[in-house]
């Protein structure tokens, strides 16, 4: 049976994680953050906690990802700590909900900002992202060294954009010095909720460091690269994200910054001229792109790792015997997406499930404790600093987004755990046909 083929290394597995993350958030999400916190410092430091709780996650995930070399990632960890019927729940919630409709949206996005360069039409732009979705496949089913170099100029590119961009925003910009900081909520509690509906977004702009645990089967050396991959990758993304922060403030002013709806596009635009918007559309397309192809190449692998155990499609186990990928998962995901694009039903299946994906994140930094106590004697080339506290933190702010979600939207969060146990027949059915064929 051929395997998975060990090439990525530290460099590679770190622009993975820049280019998982760095999607369209940063383009749009300050303006919202700015918005819920009610003044800049507010927003600033809710960027700078989200960020360092973020961090807190990938780090417990460094000392996952340093004792596991299998493909799998995130579902390895929950299936060890916790077992295989909730690891399941969270393939099939990646599969069916998140992965491919991430994939649906970030394409459909991307063709909708090609509207700037030439007229698609309703049509056009569901076949564009057809063909987007296409290309992101073959590239993906292609080789891992192939599809990981490709996936690594469009981090390069696109963080440069993002740096580059912020540099000129503080060099020619005079917004902030034009208006005034918004004040901030006057009272302890009103200040600590305002805090906390912000940190929703700053948490959602940061998400995509944990689906580079996905290809640990194929790093060259993961005890090691791992982790310095997943620490390196999330701290350059909070440095970049507060340099984005401070150059729009610096080309608007917090004002105009908190009633933007486009604030990369419009920061540019003032400071260099309409023209420019071009600039911010190519910039967010190859973010899209990018982001599309980092999600393909990773959470394959979760569906490979999951038909090993027998718990998904047999053929999605299968490891292409001359480019050495899951081709029939990358081929699964890419068609289930390319599904969704077509049928608009991504926004909908997002709305509803998005919010779950942080139950299984948390889950996979509880794993950290879990695997501890069960697994005492284990090989553990890194140690999470700060154990228990660092992982625990992370559980903590997981938590809150999720029980905040039940609050706020009590239908929505129903529906959306709904759709996540409609996933418990299929288990079991895979699961007794997988005993069958023993």
Sequence with gaps: MTDLRRTLTTLDLTLLVLGNVIGSGIFIV???????SGSVGVAFAVWLVGGVLSLFGALAYAELGAMDRSAGGLYAYIRDGFGSFV????????????????????????????GQFFTLGVWGTKVMALVIIAVIGVITISGIRS??????????????????????????????????????????????????????????????????TFSAGETVNPQRSLPLAIALGTAAIVAIYLLANVAYLAALGPAAVASSERVAAD???????????????????????????????????????????????????????????????????????????????????LAYVVFVGWIFYALGAAAVIALRRKRPDTLRPFRVPGYPVTPILFILAA?????????????VASIGLAMVFAGAPAYFFWRRKAATSD
């Design 30 to 36: 300050p303006s919202v953050v700015l918005q819920q």
């Design 87 to 114: 690891a399941f729940l969270f393939g099939w919630t990646m599969f069916f909900g998140i992965g491919g409709g991430s994939i649906a949206a970030l394409t459909v996005a991307a063709t909708n900002y090609l």
């Design 147 to 212: 599809s990981a170099s490709v996936q690594n100029w469009g981090a390069v590119i696109k963080s440069l954009a993002v740096i580059v961009m912020s540099a000129i925003l503080l060099a020619m910009g005079d917004g902030g010095a034009a208006l005034p900081a918004a004040a901030a909520p006057n009272g302890g509690i009103m200040l600590l909720s305002a805090a906390g509906t912000a940190m929703i977004s700053v948490l959602w702009a940061y998400e995509g460091w944990q689906y580079v």
């Design 267 to 349: 920061a540019v635009s003032v400071v260099l001229g309409e023209w420019a918007g071009h600039l911010i559309a190519a910039a967010i397309i190859i973010a899209m792109c990018s982001a599309s192809l980092g999600i393909a190449i990773t959470m394959s692998r979760a569906y490979y790792s999951m038909a090993q155990d027998g718990l998904f499609f047999r053929s999605f186990a299968r490891v292409h015997p001359k480019y050495g990928t899951p081709a029939s998962a990358i081929a699964g995901l890419c068609v289930w997406s390319g599904i969704l694009a077509v049928s608009g039903k991504f926004t909908t299946l």
């Design 399 to 411: 938590a809150a987004l999720v029980v905040n979600t039940i609050v706020a939207q009590p239908k």
